[in-house]
């Protein structure tokens, strides 16, 4: 809950505002302190300090005092810094230079790679970015996640890469 709202969550993603309510509702029903004490708590550290530093070590100063901007920083940055390790991993592998890496935004990897070489791209992309995290972890164990792949000749004509 990064408190932008069912109506920002369902642009993002992609499903109906009601969809995302519905989600919102039952998170809310079995998990209620969390969307008490959770938006308090980074208020409170805001108004002691601007700077805020996750159990990760990730730090950053929000001289803004933008709350909406601090909820999503603490809960994105743990993911932003499993992807970081993900992306020394590939450079020191030398494929970030290999299949012509150009850009990371966000989550997701842009390569400009050669047609020959996509699928083999595609597959140390994914072993990498699916390997168990080595910084999120706890008790239930690493955290992983599954990745996916788009292939085409321009950013319009985008498609699931198979």
């Known amino acids: 809950q990064y408190g932008g709202g069912a109506e920002k969550a369902a642009t993002i993603l992609r499903i109906p505002v ?8 039952t998170i809310k029903d079995l998990f209620p302190l969390s969307f008490k004490t959770f938006p308090k708590w980074i ?25 909406q901007q601090a909820v999503a920083f603490w809960v994105a ?39 020959e070489l996509a699928r083999e791209c595609v597959e140390v992309v ?18 992983t996640c599954r990745s996916d792949a788009k292939w085409g000749d321009d950013m319009d004509s985008l498609e699931d890469f198979k």
């Open 43 to 67: 208020e409170k550290q805001l108004r002691i300090s601007p700077r805020l530093t996750t159990p990760f070590g990730c730090t950053r100063t929000f001289w803004d005092l933008d709350q």
């Open 126 to 143: 994914r072993e990498e970015f699916e390997k168990p995290s080595s910084v999120l972890v706890n008790d239930l164990g690493p955290f």
């Open 77 to 115: 940055n743990s993911a932003h810094a499993t992807i970081k390790l993900e992306l020394l991993r590939l450079y020191d592998r030398g494929a970030t230079s290999r299949y012509g890496m150009v850009n990371f935004m966000h989550d997701s990897g842009w390569f400009c790679v050669k047609r």
């Open 18 to 25: 009601v969809t995302v309510q519905a989600i919102l509702d």
